[in-house]
DNA sequence: TATCCAAGGTAAGTT
DNA sequence: AACTTACCTTGGATA
C-alpha cells in the first residue's frame, strides 16, 4: 500500500477535490462510498474517490489504481503504485495557478459569482481515449447519466484490478471498446451513441487516428483533427481539448453556454460555432477562456 | 398511473 | 454553407 498526502494549502489558488471532480468535467472518477455521483453529493463531504490508469498509460503496463479524499487543506491519497503524488497532479492540475487564472478572467457579475462559489475548483487532465469516449456518451444526456454509463463500460469491458481488498475496473481500451458490438453496448443505455463508440474506438484501435495526436496542432486545428471520430462534432472535440488535452483556451459552446451567452453576452453570438466560439472566448480572457467556462457551467447548472 | 419532455449534440439529407 | 430532422433512453414533471 502506498499512501501520503498533499498540503493542497500550499498550492496556488487552493483546491476543491469535490467540485473539480463533480462539476461534469471528468466522468472517470467515481464515488469510492458507492452512492450515485451528483445526486447525493452533499457538498464539503469527504469521501474517498477513485480513478484507474489505463495500462497503456502506466509505467508497469497495468492499470493504476488512485484513491484521494480531502480532509480540509489536506489531499490524501492512497495507490497501487508510488507514484500517485506526481498522477494527482498530473490528473487534477494542481500545478496550474489558480490566482493567476482567475486574474485573468473577465470583471464581470456571472463569471466573479461563478468563481467565488466553487473556490478551489480546477480543470482535470483525463486520458484522452476515456475523455473522447465519455463525451462521446454525452450527447442529448444528463451529467449523472454519462457518468453511469462509463461505470457500466468499465465493468463490462475494463480489465478489473485488486487493491485493498476491492476489485476496481480500468475504463476499457480502444481495443475492449472496438471489439464490442452495438447490441452490447446498447444493452448498457447508451442508445444511439452505441455505434459511435464502437466505430471511434475502432478508429483508435487501428491507429491511423490518435487522440492525443490534436495535443501537437494549433488550437483550431486540433478541433478538426477530433471531428474526424464518430459522434464527434464542435463541442465534443472543444470537451476533449479542454478537460484531457490542455487546451485552456477552448469553450464547449454547450446549452448552458449557449443559453448564458444569450443572456448575458448577446453581442458574441456570430451565428456559427467557430465564429461565436472565438467572440466568447475572447470574451473570457482568451488563453484561459476555458476555466471560466468550467465555472460558469458549473455555477449555472448547480442553481 | 399514463403521457410528455428534455438532457453538456451529431450525422445525414435538403435547400 | 446554412437549415431540418431523426436518434436511444429515462428521470422527473405534468395531467
Known amino acids: 500500500m502506498n499512501e501520503g498526502a498533499i498540503d493542497v494549502d500550499e498550492l496556488d489558488g487552493g483546491f476543491d477535490l469535490q467540485s473539480t471532480v463533480e462539476s461534469g468535467q471528468t466522468y472517470l472518477w467515481n464515488r469510492r462510498d458507492g452512492r450515485a455521483y451528483e445526486r447525493d453529493g452533499v457538498h464539503g463531504g469527504d469521501h474517498w474517490y477513485s480513478t484507474v490508469l489505463p495500462a497503456t498509460a502506466t509505467a508497469t503496463n497495468e492499470p493504476e489504481v488512485v484513491l484521494a479524499r480531502q480532509l480540509d ?61 465519455s463525451f462521446i456518451c454525452s450527447a442529448q444526456m444528463r451529467v449523472a ?18 487493491f485493498d481488498g476491492e476489485t476496481y475496473h480500468a475504463y476499457p481500451t480502444p481495443a475492449q471498446l472496438a ?32 487522440p492525443a495526436h490534436a495535443r501537437s496542432l494549433p488550437y483550431e486545428d486540433a478541433r478538426e483533427y477530433l471531428t474526424q471520430f464518430v459522434g464527434v462534432g464542435q463541442k465534443v472535440a472543444d470537451c476533449v481539448l479542454l478537460f484531457s488535452l490542455d487546451f485552456l483556451q477552448a469553450v464547449p459552446l454547450d446549452t448552458w ?35 471560466v467556462q468550467t465555472y460558469v457551467f458549473h455555477f449555472l447548472r448547480s442553481t
Open 145 to 162: 447519466r454519462i457518468h453511469g454509463m462509463q461505470t457500466r463500460l468499465a465493468r463490462e469491458y475494463g480489465t478489473p484490478v485488486e
Open 73 to 133: 487543506g489536506r489531499l490524501e491519497w492512497r495507490a497501487s503504485t508510488p507514484n500517485a503524488h506526481e498522477r494527482l497532479v498530473e490528473l487534477l492540475r494542481l500545478d496550474d495557478d489558480l490566482d493567476a487564472i482567475a486574474a485573468s478572467a473577465p470583471d464581470e457579475p456571472l463569471v466573479e459569482r461563478a468563481y467565488a462559489s466553487y473556490s478551489g475548483m480546477r480543470l482535470v487532465r483525463d486520458p484522452p481515449f476515456g475523455s473522447l469516449v
Open 179 to 210: 471489439a464490442a458490438t452495438e447490441a452490447g453496448l446498447r444493452d448498457l443505455s447508451l442508445g444511439y451513441r452505441a455505434p459511435y463508440v464502437r466505430q471511434t474506438a475502432a478508429m483508435v484501435e487501428e491507429g491511423e487516428v490518435d
Open 257 to 291: 453556454i449557449r443559453n448564458a451567452i444569450a443572456d448575458h453576452y448577446p453581442d458574441c453570438d456570430r451565428g456559427s460555432y467557430e465564429a461565436t466560439s472565438r467572440a466568447i472566448r475572447d470574451r473570457f480572457g482568451g488563453a484561459y477562456a476555458g476555466y
